[in-house]
C-alpha cells in the first residue's frame, strides 16, 4: 500500500483544487447573473405582447380576420381529430414510400 | 466439400471464443435495457447493438477497414461526435429557471463532489489485486459522476480510451437509475418539513439575458479554464443558436436531425469498444460500483448543499432540488419533482429542479475541463 | 510603381476576358432559353389542370366528397387556431425530450 | 491573347475524349430514365449526374482532391454509404406479412436462384472473346440478381470495384423495369385457375414477435454467416430502431434524412465510377444481359417454388406472388398485385406478396454473405 | 474453352452451396418463427386498445373531453382544406426562405 | 501549490495574447452582428463563434487534433461544404423569372464588373505599403463582388486560403449591407421617370423548360468552362432535383437538414481561419476596402445596363431591377422592389428582380470557374 501514496496525495490535492474550481466557477456565474445579466434586464426588457400569442394571432389575421372566441368544444374535436388522422396517413406514407 | 469446409470455417459457431459470447449476451442485456425497461433507450440501444456487431468472429467490425473502426477513428476518437451532441444538448436547454435562480449555480456545484471523491476513490481501489488505475484512469472514470454523457465519452476519450466502453456503460446505466438510486437518499437526508418547502415562483426571464448568458459563460470558462472550451464551448453555440432567434433553421436542426444522426453512430462507436478484453476484468466491476458511489455521493452533496444555503437564506429552498445537481437532464429534475409531491401535494419543484439540473451539466463540463487542466497534460 | 505593370496588364487583360466571356456565355443562354427551351415549351405544356388545386381536391376526394365552398371563416379560423395549437404542441415535445 | 489562348485550352470543347462524350450521354440517358420514365429516380438520378460530371475534361471530378473522389473513397470504397440506406430501409421495412406467413420465406430463397445461376453463367460468358471474368468478378456481377440495390453496390464494392459502375447501372435498371420483364414470365408459368387463388387474410403479428424478429434473423446470421453481417446486422438494426417503440426519433430519421442525405452522395459516387475505360467494353454488355437472365430466372424459381408448395401443402400460395421474391422492394411486390387483380378482380395480393418481398432482401444479402466468405478471401 | 473447366466447376459447387445455404437459412428462419416467435406470441400479446386509436382519443381527451361521433363531413372536410392549405403555406414559406 | 500554480497556468488569462483579444472580440463583433442586426445570420453566427474558439489559447481547436481543424480540413479545404451548400441552393433557386425573361441575364452578366475591377483595384492596392497581393489573391478578394457566399469560399479556398477568413467576413457582410449600399446608387444613376416603369406580367414557364434549364446551363458549363462545373454541376444537380418532380424527398432534404447541417459546420470552419496572423493586417482593411467597391461597381453597372437595355429594346426594363444583378439572394430583390414601390406605389418588382438576382449567381459561379482557368493553373 505505501507505493500508493504519492497517488493518494494527487488524488486528494485535485479533489480539493477541483471542487474550490467548481465552486469559484460556478459563484462567479452567480455574480455575473445577479449583476451584468440583471442590468441587462433591466435596460433591455421584453417586448409586452408575449410570443405564442402574436403568432397565433398573426396567423388568424392572415387568414380570415376573425375572432378565434366562441368556438365550439366539438368543433375543436373535430379539427383535432382530423390534424391526427392527417398525420398519421401522412407518416404512413413517408414510410412506405423507398 | 473443400466449398463446404470453407463455409463452415467461415461460420461463427467454428469461431466463437467465450469472451466474445460474453461480450455479445451483455450487449443484448444493454438492448433489453433499452427496450424492456425503457433505460436511456436512445443511447443504449445503438451502444448494445455495437456491442453486438463489434464482437462477431470473422466480421471485423472493429479492425482496420470495418464499419465501425470508421466510426470510432472518424466519430470518437476525434471527439466530433460527443461535441456534436453537446451542441445539439445545448440547443435543446433552457437556462431560464437557472437565471431566475441563481444560487441554484450551487446546488449543481456542490454535485460535483461525486465526481471528485469518485476519483479519490479510484485511486484507493489499486489496493484491490488486478486493479491498477493511473490518475488518468481514475480522472475519466470520476467523470461518470457527472451524470452527463457526452462529457463522460469526450473524457473518457482523451484520457483513457480503452476504459470507454465501462464508463458509458455505467455512465448511461446510473443516469437511466437514477429514479431508483436517488429517492432514498433523498428522504434520509431530509426531514419531512423540509421536503414540504414551497418554493416561490420563479421570475420571468428576459429574452436579451438568455442570449447574454451563453456568452458569458462561455467567456468565463475561456478565461479561466480553455480546456473545458470544447465541451462548454459547442454547448454555448446550441443555447445561444436556440435563444438567439435568428438561426431557429440552425437550432431545429442542431436539436433534431443532427443529433439523431450523430447519436446512432455515436451509440455504435461507443459499442465497438465493448470488446472482451477490455471489458471483461475486475476494473470493469470497479467502475461499475464507483459510478453508483459518484451517484449516490453527487446526489447527497447536493442534498446537503440546499440545506446549508436554508441556514444562510431568507428564502428557503426545498433540499429535494439539490439531488438535481447531478444533471441527468431532466430526469433527476422529474425526481426531485416526484419525490416533493410525495410530501406534499401542491407542491410543484419541477421548474425549479431544472436549474440545479442544467447547472450540474455545467458543473461537469467545468470539472471535465479541471481534469483534463491537471492531468491531461 | 514600375515593377507592377506587367502584374497590371494581365489584371487588365484579365478583366476584359473576363466580362467579355460572362457576357458571351450568358448571352449563350439567353439564345438557348429562346431557341431550344421556347421549342420544349411549345411542344409539351403544362397539363391544363394546375398542380396545387389538383392536390387539394383529390385529398378532399378522398375523404368525404364533400365541396369545401360555403364554409364559415368562423370554422376556418378554429381550424387554424387548432393546427396552431397542435404544431406548437408537437414543438414543444419535440423540444423537452432529450 | 495568351490569356485568349489559355481559355480556349481550358475549355471543354478542346479537351474532350469520344468516351468522355459517349459517358456523358449515358449519364443523360440514366437521368432521362429517372425523370421521364421514374425509373428508380431516388438513386438513378444522382448516378446519372454523377456520371456527368465524372466525364468532364479538365475539371477533375474523380481525381485525387476531386469532389466525386472524396465521396467515393470516403462513403463507398469503406462500404459506409450502402451500410447507411441499408440501415434506413430496414427502419422502413414492416415483416409482420412475412412473420405473420413464415413459408413465405422459401419463396424469398428459390428467387436467390437468379443469383447463383447468374454466376455460373457469368463464368460461362469468358468464352465470349474480350470477356474475361474472374470468379470475383463473376460474383459481383451475379448479385445483381439479388434486385437490392445496396446489396449489389456493397458487394461490387469488396469484389470488382472496377465494375461497380454498369453492375449499380443494371441493377437499378432491371429493378425499374420489373413492371416489364416479371408479369410474362409469371403468366407463361401459371394457369389461369392459379393466378386466380386467393388467399386468406393474415393473421395480426404482435409487437413482440415484431421486436425479436431482427434480432433472431441477427442473431443466425452470426451464428452460421458472419461475413453476411455487415448488411444483415445494419438492416437488422434499422428494424430494430423501427419496431421497439423507444427511439422514434432515431428511426424516422433513418427513414428520412439520414437516408435522404446518404442517397444523394452513394448516387454521385457510384455515377463517378461511370468512366469510358470501365464502363465502354464488352463486359458491360454481357453484365446487362446476365442482369436480364437473373431478374428472369429469380422471377421463374419464385413462382416455381410457389407451385411445388401448392403440391405439398393444404393451404394454398397464389404462385405469382412467387415472383416477389427477387425483393425489388415494393415494386415486385406490387406488380404480383397486378397480375393478381387481372385474373381475379377481388383478388387484392399486395400484403402477402410482402412476404416473399421482404425475404427477398434478407434472401439476397445471405447470398452475398455466402459469396464474401467463399470468394472474397 | 479447356481452361475454363475448374472455374466452371468451382462455380458449379458455389451454385449449390449458396443455393442449399441460402433454404437452410430461411428455412432455419421459418423454424425460428414458428416456434419461439410463436411462443412469444402467446406470452406477450398485444395490448388489447389498439395503439391507433389510443394515441387519437388521449389526444382528444387532453383537449377537450367531447366525443368525436357525428361530426359532419363537411366540417372534416373544412378541416382538412385548412390543414393542407397550412401545409403548403408552410412549405412555400420553407422553400422561399434561404 | 504546484496544483494551483499549474491551473493557473493552463487558464486563459495567463496566456492570452493581444491578437488573439482582438480576434475575439471581432467575433463577438460578428455575432452582434448576426444576432442584433441579422447580418446575414445563418452564416454570421457560426463564423463569429468559430473566430473565438479558435482563438482561445491553450485550447487548440485549429491545432492539429483540434475540433475545428478536423471541420476545416475535411470540409472546407476539400471544398465539400460549399459545394453542398450550393447544391442545397440550387435547390431553393426557381429559374421561373429568369426563363420567362431571358434577357434579365444580361443585368447578372453587366453585375459581374464589380469582380473584374476589383480584381484590377486589388493589383493596384499593392502601391500601398504592406500589401502585396498577388493575382491569386487578387482574383480571391475579386470574387467578393459576386456578392455570394459558396462561391467566394470556394474559390478562396482554392487560390487564397490565408485570406479566406477576411474574404467571408468581408462577402457576407456586405450582403447584409445591401440594402444600405445599394440605394443610393440606384437613385444616383436613374431618373425619377425609369424607376416608375411598370413591367409587364411574366408568362408562365412550363415544367420541362424548368427541368431542362439546369441541364442546358450545365452542358454549357462543360462545353465552355469546366473549371466552374464543380460550383455550377452541384448548383444545377440542386435545381434539377427541385424540378423534376420525381425526387422531392431528396430535394427537400438537399434544402433544409443537409443545407442547415453544412451551415453549421461551414460557419464554424471559415471562422476558424480568424486568426490573428492572418486577419489582423493591412490587407483585411485594403479586402474590406475593395468589397465595398465591388458591391457598388456591380450595383452601378446592372442598373447602367439596363439603361443601355431600355436603349435598343422595344420593352422597357425598370433599371433598378440591375442592381439585382449583383446576387445576395433574395435580399438584392427585395431592395430593388423597395426602391420601387418608394417612386412609385403600384409597381412590384419583386418577381422581375428574381432574373437578374439568380442570374447574378450563375454569372459569379461563371466569373469564378474564369478566375480558376486563367489564374488557378
Ligand atoms: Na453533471
Ligand atoms: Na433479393
Ligand atoms: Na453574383
Known amino acids: 500500500m505505501e507505493h500508493l501514496h504519492p497517488l493518494f496525495l494527487e488524488a486528494g490535492t485535485l479533489m480539493i483544487t477541483g471542487m474550490v474550481f467548481v465552486f469559484s466557477f460556478l459563484g462567479l456565474l452567480v455574480i455575473f447573473i445577479n449583476t451584468i445579466l440583471a442590468k441587462l434586464a433591466l435596460k433591455f426588457p421584453d417586448a409586452v405582447v408575449p410570443k405564442k400569442s402574436k403568432t397565433r394571432s398573426s396567423v388568424l389575421s392572415n387568414k380570415s380576420n376573425t375572432s378565434v372566441k366562441g368556438i365550439s368544444p366539438n368543433i375543436v374535436a373535430a379539427v383535432t381529430s382530423a390534424v391526427t388522422q392527417y398525420r398519421q396517413q401522412h407518416s404512413t406514407t413517408n414510410r412506405t414510400k423507398k | ?377
Open chain 2, 1 to 377: 466439400m473443400d466449398s463446404m469446409n470453407k463455409l463452415w470455417l467461415s461460420t461463427g459457431l467454428a469461431n466463437f471464443e467465450l469472451g466474445q459470447v460474453i461480450m455479445m449476451l451483455i450487449g443484448c442485456g444493454l438492448l433489453y435495457l433499452a427496450i424492456a425497461r425503457n433505460f436511456e433507450p436512445l443511447l443504449l440501444l445503438p451502444m448494445g447493438f455495437g456491442a453486438i456487431l463489434t464482437n462477431i468472429p470473422i466480421a471485423g467490425f472493429s479492425e482496420a477497414g470495418g464499419f465501425l473502426s470508421y466510426i470510432y477513428h472518424g466519430g470518437i476518437e476525434t471527439g466530433i461526435f460527443p461535441l456534436v451532441i453537446f451542441m445539439g444538448v445545448g440547443a435543446m436547454t433552457d437556462f431560464g429557471a437557472l437565471i431566475a435562480n441563481p444560487k441554484t449555480l450551487f446546488l449543481g456545484a456542490a454535485a460535483q463532489a461525486g465526481i471528485f471523491a469518485t476519483l479519490f476513490g479510484a485511486i484507493a481501489l489499486n489496493a484491490v489485486p488486478g486493479i491498477e488505475f493511473t490518475l488518468k484512469d481514475a480522472s475519466a472514470i470520476a467523470i461518470i459522476g457527472g451524470a452527463d454523457g457526452p462529457t463522460a465519452i469526450f473524457l473518457a476519450t482523451k484520457l483513457a480510451p480503452e476504459l470507454l466502453g465501462a464508463i458509458a456503460v455505467a455512465a448511461y446505466s446510473y443516469m437511466a437509475l437514477v429514479p431508483i438510486i436517488q429517492p432514498p437518499i433523498m428522504r434520509a437526508l431530509t426531514t419531512e418539513d423540509e421536503r414540504k418547502i414551497e418554493m416561490a415562483q420563479l421570475r420571468p426571464v428576459t429574452k436579451v439575458e438568455k442570449v447574454v448568458f451563453p456568452l458569458g459563460v462561455l467567456l468565463m470558462t475561456i478565461f479561466f479554464l480553455p480546456t473545458a472550451t470544447p465541451l462548454v464551448g459547442m454547448f454555448c453555440l446550441g443555447n445561444l443558436m436556440r435563444e438567439c432567434g435568428v438561426v431557429d433553421r440552425l437550432s431545429s436542426t442542431a436539436q433534431n436531425e443532427l443529433i439523431n444522426i450523430t447519436t446512432i453512430f455515436l451509440g455504435l462507436g461507443v459499442g465497438s469498444k465493448l470488446s472482451a478484453e477490455e471489458f471483461l476484468n475486475v476494473e470493469t466491476l470497479g467502475i461499475l460500483g464507483l459510478g453508483a458511489i459518484a451517484f449516490s455521493i453527487g446526489t447527497a452533496s447536493g442534498v446537503l448543499m440546499a440545506k446549508l444555503m436554508n441556514k444562510f437564506s431568507k428564502v428557503p429552498v426545498n433540499p429535494l432540488i439539490g439531488a438535481a445537481g447531478v444533471s441527468a437532464v431532466p430526469m433527476a429534475a422529474r425526481v426531485a419533482n416526484k419525490v416533493g409531491l410525495e410530501a406534499n401535494p401542491h407542491n410543484f419543484l419541477l421548474m425549479h429542479a431544472m436549474g440545479p439540473n442544467v447547472a450540474g451539466v455545467l458543473g461537469s463540463a467545468v470539472a471535465a475541463g479541471i481534469l483534463l487542466a491537471l492531468v491531461g497534460g
